[in-house]
T-cell receptor, first 113, second 114 residues
Framework: GENVEQHPSTLSVQEGDSAVIKCTYS??????FPWYKQELGKGPQLIID?????GEKKDQRIAVTLNKTAKHFSLHITETQPEDSAVYFC????????????FGSGTRLSIRP | NAGVTQTPKFRVLKTGQSMTLLCAQD?????MYWYRQDPGMGLRLIHY???????AKGEVPDGYNVSRLKKQNFLLGLESAAPSQTSVYFC?????????????FGDGTRLSIL
């Protein structure tokens, strides 16, 4: 079935620096890749998503890139701020898994002041 | 806007007890989902529903049952709770056109089975 690998599991960056989280997926037919942010005690919230017909998408300090040939996609956060500290999940739409979203295992991002 | 509301927020059960987790959404979404979240394992789909009166199995359905009698509600049942079902449970919903549409999550139910 579909599998999504996410790295790193933890990431600590200095405030103001950039953070990059990477994911790979196994189903070459996947065509939808959302990213969710989960703050302590809350449910995940969508922060950005990308579809397979584009290679990059930006929303202010957040960007996602997609390489369909290599089957990997990445989240880039620039000019990190304390409020960016959270757990981030990537996901892929597994067309081979009856069209269910498959989540990565998460990255705990900490922003050092 | 309430969005997705889960009740209860916390619960402690003894092995063998039963309980029902309730999820309610006020966005008129067609699709609803139940996930469990365990440390280091991300979110795993338990069951889902593509509309009122329909349910389907996800990745880890054993030991759980669900019902979608009303479009706005999705219930998750544990008939005989086991310690392995200790987890945080999240409900989510998404609009028609899913699954390639964003999912909206509730804030979770933390369940401990002793």
């Amino acid at each position: 079935g579909e599998n999504v690998e996410q790295h790193p599991s933890t990431l600590s960056v200095q405030e103001g620096d950039s953070a990059v989280i990477k994911c790979t997926y196994s189903d070459s037919a996947s065509n939808y890749f959302p990213w969710y942010k989960q703050e302590l005690g809350k449910g995940p919230q969508l922060i950005i998503d990308i579809r397979s017909n584009v290679g990059e998408k930006k929303d202010q300090r957040i960007a996602v890139t997609l390489n369909k040939t290599a089957k990997h996609f990445s989240l880039h956060i620039t000019e990190t701020q304390p409020e960016d500290s959270a757990v981030y999940f990537c996901a892929a739409l597994g067309l081979s898994s009856a069209s269910k979203i498959i989540f990565g295992s998460g990255t705990r991002l900490s922003i050092r002041p | 806007n309430a969005g997705v509301t889960q009740t209860p927020k916390f619960r402690v059960l003894k092995t063998g007890q039963s309980m029902t987790l309730l999820c309610a959404q006020d966005m008129n979404h067609e699709y609803m989902y139940w996930y469990r979240q365990d440390p280091g394992m991300g979110l795993r789909l338990i069951h889902y529903s593509v509309g009122e009166g329909t349910t389907a199995k996800g990745e880890v359905p054993d030991g759980y049952n669900v019902s979608r009698l009303k479009k706005q509600n999705f219930l998750l049942g544990l008939e005989s709770a086991a310690p392995s079902q200790t987890s945080v449970y999240f409900c989510a919903s998404s609009t028609q056109g899913a699954p390639n549409q964003p999912q909206h999550f509730g804030d979770g139910t933390r369940l401990s089975i002793l």
